[in-house]
T-cell receptor, first 112, second 117 residues
Framework: NAGVTQTPKFRVLKTGQSMTLLCAQD?????MYWYRQDPGMGLRLIHY???????AKGEVPDGYNVSRLKKQNFLLGLESAAPSQTSVYFC???????????FGEGSRLTVL | AQTVTQSQPEMSVQEAETVTLSCTYD???????LFWYKQPPSRQMILVIR??????QNATENRFSVNFQKAAKSFSLKISDSQLGDAAMYFC??????????????FGKGTKLSVIP
């Protein structure tokens, strides 16, 4: 049972570099999310998707882009990384709009 | 926008004792869902318990139970017979049932629970 899988798990970037985080879920969930977790801040929503081909902004979308070309995948992109984007990123999915979220293991990103 | 407040950044409990973690939330909706998630040092987010606002009965999962006070907008988590494996960060979360709020979970900032042997 893979559930929600994030790659990579760890990454170090230099300021200005770009990268993409990949999230894949095998539960046929409609809804997918990207959160970031920072010390003392809890989890904050970056972007989310309510179905294939759709995306929407969350609480802290600036500096990030997302795509949902396939139902099972949700990509988070950083076009020009900044030290403020150093964080742990979580992908999550849910089947219903009223259900709990299932989370990946998180990806730790450090921007130097 | 809905907000979730966890007023206890850190708590500790003796092994085998009971501890209660507090959570309050702000909403204008009458129907919604509340959750407690556990995050151990492994970083994995694990669902502990969920509560539907339309249900008056408090949810229970083994040693974990909640005290849901809808009028007071309070949703506390009680852990009975605390075990060393309960040591973790605990997050309270809210999910609405209408509009954009139904698509996302709003989290509190978390309470770090330590269990003393």
């Amino acid at each position: 049972n893979a559930g929600v899988t994030q790659t990579p798990k760890f990454r170090v970037l230099k300021t200005g570099q770009s990268m993409t985080l990949l999230c894949a879920q095998d539960m046929n969930h409609e809804y997918m999310y990207w959160y970031r977790q920072d010390p003392g801040m809890g989890l904050r929503l970056i972007h989310y998707s309510v179905g294939e081909g759709t995306t929407a902004k969350g609480e802290v979308p600036d500096g990030y882009n997302v795509s949902r070309l396939k139902k099972q995948n949700f990509l988070l992109g950083l076009e020009s990384a900044a030290p403020s984007q150093t964080s742990v990123y979580f992908c999550a999915s849910s089947y219903l709009s009223i259900g709990e979220l299932f989370f990946g293991e998180g990806s730790r990103l450090t921007v130097l | 926008a809905q907000t979730v407040t966890q007023s206890q950044p850190e708590m500790s409990v003796q092994e085998a004792e009971t501890v209660t973690l507090s959570c309050t939330y702000d909403t204008s909706e009458s129907d919604y869902y509340l959750f407690w998630y556990k995050q151990p040092p492994s970083r994995q987010m694990i669902l502990v318990i969920r509560q539907e606002a339309y249900k008056q009965q408090n949810a229970t999962e083994n040693r974990f139970s909640v005290n849901f006070q809808k009028a007071a907008k309070s949703f506390s988590l009680k852990i009975s017979d605390s075990q060393l494996g309960d040591a973790a960060m605990y997050f309270c979360a809210y999910r609405g049932t209408s509009g954009a709020g139904s698509y996302q979970l709003t989290f509190g900032k978390g309470t770090k629970l330590s269990v003393i042997p």
